[in-house]
């Protein structure tokens, strides 16, 4: 009958960015969330973070240009880690 409608806890996304060790940057609309630090990474929440089938998250090297995705927030050193051993070069 009705589609359903899943609403994102955008609060705990926030509170998860921000206990793991992210700085959050609310600036962009087209994202639920921004997460940085000062070694150039970036972890972001799509819009579409509230869909079961993931990733969830994007994180970014700004650096060396490069992506991953994942499914939990990792700490930005975690972060640092996961991009430099499955990191792929951003889309253009």
Not at 31 to 54: K, M, R, T, V
Not at 62 to 82: D, F, M, S, W
Request: proline share 4%; no cysteine.
């Amino acid at each position: 009958m009705g589609e359903e409608i899943r609403s994102v806890d955008t609060e705990a996304i926030e509170q998860s960015f921000a206990s793991a060790g992210w700085e959050i940057d609310g600036g962009f609309s087209e994202y639920l969330f921004i997460g940085y630090n000062d070694d150039g990474l970036s972890i972001l929440a799509h819009s579409q973070a509230g869909e079961p089938e993931g990733p969830l998250f994007e994180l970014i090297d700004h650096e060396r240009n490069l992506t991953y995705q994942v499914q939990q927030i990792p700490t930005p050193r975690q972060a640092g880690k996961l991009l430099q051993e499955h990191g792929q070069l951003a889309e253009q």
